[in-house]
T-cell receptor
Framework: DGGITQSPKYLFRKEGQNVTLSCEQN?????MYWYRQDPGQGLRLIYY???????QKGDIAEGYSVSREKKESFPLTVTSAQKNPTAFYLC???????????????FGPGTRLTVL | SQQGEEDPQALSIQEGENATMNCSYK?????LQWYRQNSGRGLVHLIL?????REKHSGRLRVTLDTSKKSSSLLITASRAADTASYFC?????????????FGQGTRLTINP
């Protein structure tokens, strides 16, 4: 899983609660990403950040929020507005060559979120 | 959006046999990547092949790319039990002013001892 850590590994949320998933990298990468994975499915992009203090919505940003105050950290908040948040969440980073997303991405071990 | 689609969705073979997985995509690409995911874990990058390359090797992995057919294949030779995992292709796609990496739904590979 490279130099990316995610915590916690398992997270349980009650309906109506906001929860924050942590993602930290020590690879000195500029770009960071959050993906959602549902059982038996591929990855869908939630948010991405190509540089500190800047981030962009991905394909399924509704009900999620992020911040990028430090290069090494990209926390994801799952808000109560996300109607079906139970899923496996993966954080990734890449060097960020300025060419966008075409470079290799390095993934963390994931956080499994379950709504009770 | 979904750019790459893997085929088959699931593959079960005996240890020692070769495993072939295919990926098809819709639009032109700069490169195509293959990743592996062990159950409940993050993805691990296997290999990247650029649009001007036709074949690439890495250990027991062989990747081909046919841009005229918009398809790629991943061959794992002499499979081992440890190769049991899901395999995803990912292609770059230009959307809303930025390049994005778009993943397929994956092929679940099971190696039987």
């Amino acid at each position: 899983d490279g130099g990316i850590t995610q915590s916690p590994k398992y997270l349980f949320r009650k309906e109506g609660q906001n929860v924050t998933l942590s993602c930290e990298q020590n690879l000195n990468h500029d770009a960071m990403y959050w993906y959602r994975q549902d059982p038996g499915q591929g990855l869908r992009l939630i948010y991405y950040s190509q540089i500190v203090n800047d981030f962009q919505k991905g394909d399924i940003a509704e009900g999620y929020s992020v911040s990028r105050e430090k290069k090494e950290s990209f926390p994801l908040t799952v808000t109560s507005a996300q109607k079906n948040p139970t899923a496996f969440y993966l954080c990734a980073s890449s060097i960020g060559t300025g060419a966008g997303f075409t470079d290799t991405q390095y993934f963390g071990p994931g956080t499994r979120l379950t709504v009770l | 959006s979904q750019q790459g689609e893997e085929d088959p969705q699931a593959l079960s073979i005996q240890e020692g046999e070769n495993a072939t997985m295919n990926c098809s995509y819709k639009t032109s690409i700069n490169n195509l990547q293959w990743y592996r995911q062990n159950s409940g874990r993050g993805l691990v990058h296997l290999i990247l092949i650029r649009s001007n390359e036709r074949e690439k090797h890495s250990g027991r992995l062989r990747v081909t790319l046919d841009t005229s057919k918009k398809s790629s294949s991943l061959l794992i030779t002499a499979s081992r039990a440890a190769d049991t995992a899901s395999y995803f292709c990912a292609t770059d796609e230009y959307q809303k002013g930025a390049q994005k990496l778009v993943f397929g739904q994956g092929t679940r590979l099971t190696i039987n001892p």
